[in-house]
Nanobody, 128 residues
Framework: QVQLVESGGGLVQAGGSLRLSCAASGRTDSGYAMGWFRQAPGKERQFVSA????????HYADSVKGRCTISRDNAPNTVYLQLSSLKPEDTAVYYC?????????????????????WGQGTQVTVSS
């Protein structure tokens, strides 16, 4: 069982930056990929970014590419999402997710159905 706890959300003006963090505790020593998803009111949860267990492979949604950087520390197991040049359409609840895998394959890391652990979410609000 893995527990994920996000932090770092908040209210920011358009053009600003935020760094989200997600701390994982529990059984993550056998290879644990992590990702970020977001959900705006009335919309489906969508992929934002993901990083493989090794950290060598990262993926981004087209909507955030160039404005977003994902990184991780494996001791302790924490993943970070740096968001910059924020836009009002980035407003959403951001969720951290994890899955036991050593692959960096995009098809596996962008699909929310592949993740078996989720955090409680952190609100990001971008004002215009």
């Amino acid at each position: 069982q893995v527990q994920l706890v996000e932090s770092g959300g908040g209210l920011v003006q358009a053009g600003g930056s935020l760094r989200l963090s997600c701390a994982a505790s529990g059984r993550t020593d056998s290879g644990y990929a992590m990702g970020w998803f977001r959900q705006a009111p009335g919309k489906e949860r969508q992929f934002v970014s993901a990083i493989s267990w090794s950290g060598w492979t990262v993926h981004y949604a087209d909507s955030v590419k160039g404005r977003c950087t994902i990184s991780r520390d494996n001791a302790p197991n924490t993943v970070y999402l740096q968001l910059s040049s924020l836009k009002p359409e980035d407003t959403a609840v951001y969720y951290c997710a994890g899955q036991t895998t050593t692959t960096g394959r995009r098809s596996k890391l962008v699909d929310p159905r592949e993740y078996d652990s989720w955090g409680q979410g952190t609100q990001v609000t971008v004002s215009s």
